[in-house]
């Protein structure tokens, strides 16, 4: 049964983002044309994310941020008013715009329309060393969205995140894909909404630098806990 769910996934997912990426051909040129006008820099920001069994890929989003923030502050962090945002960025950001280059990596098979939303490379530090709750999330591909990104997106904690991520897993191996059209219907409520797009940070009295780092190492510390 878990084959025929995968196999389905994988068509749907083929066929949903293909269909979608050419009905969007002049949103493409549109938002391209806006982030050159804007700031400098190349159309698409590729990241290195990790996907199904920990596999590394490169991520496609359009670039709403300056050249080089992530070696910018708060690193991966990304606070409401972040500097490092350019002014197409925060529109794309707040429409979820940038995200649908990843449609290309969808149809590549890097991803899946739903899954866990890939984690940048080193962001929970050394994989094969992460607990076995933290590597569950890594049973499937990931996703562009997923039932985190429902309940909370980045309003969430890393470990909230893990929590849903592990729920959806066991709810794909038992139902397939009516897991994740329920998802997706939930998704396109949030993104109208215009929810939880911005990180909060765990102390207000700290600075966003200090915020990040201590965040950044607490990921890291919980995900390596022993199980």
């Given amino acids: 049964m878990h084959t025929i769910h995968c196999f389905i996934k994988r068509l749907f997912d083929i066929l949903s983002a293909s269909a979608l990426a050419l009905a969007l051909t002049p949103l493409w040129i549109v938002v391209a044309i806006a982030i050159k006008l804007d700031s400098k820099g190349p159309v698409f920001f590729k990241q290195g994310r990790r996907t ?6 490169n991520m496609l989003k359009f670039r709403s941020m300056v050249v080089n923030a992530e070696q910018m502050d708060v690193g991966l962090f990304n606070y409401e008013n972040d500097p490092r945002v350019t002014k197409v960025g925060r529109f794309l950001r707040n429409s979820s715009i940038d995200e649908l280059p990843q449609l290309f990596n ?20 050394d994989f094969d060393t992460l607990n076995k709750r933290y590597k569950k999330r890594f049973q499937v591909k990931a996703g562009l969205t997923g039932l985190a990104q429902t309940k909370g997106r980045n309003d969430i904690s890393w470990d909230n ?32 909404k215009k929810e939880n797009i911005y990180e909060n940070k765990a ?20 995900a390596h806990l022993p199980d």
């Fill in 161 to 192: 995140k893990v929590e849903f991520d592990n729920q959806y897993v066991d709810e794909f191996n038992r139902i397939g894909i009516f897991a994740d059209i329920k998802i997706l219907f939930d998704s396109v409520i949030k993104v109208f």
């Fill in 52 to 57: 199904k069994d920990g596999r590394i890929f």
């Fill in 203 to 222: 102390d207000e009295s700290m600075t966003d630098a200090e915020a990040a780092k201590f965040e950044n190492d607490e990921i890291i510390r919980i």
């Fill in 106 to 125: 969808i149809i590549k098979g890097d991803m899946s329309v739903v899954g866990p939303r890939p984690s940048v490379s080193y962001e929970l530090g």
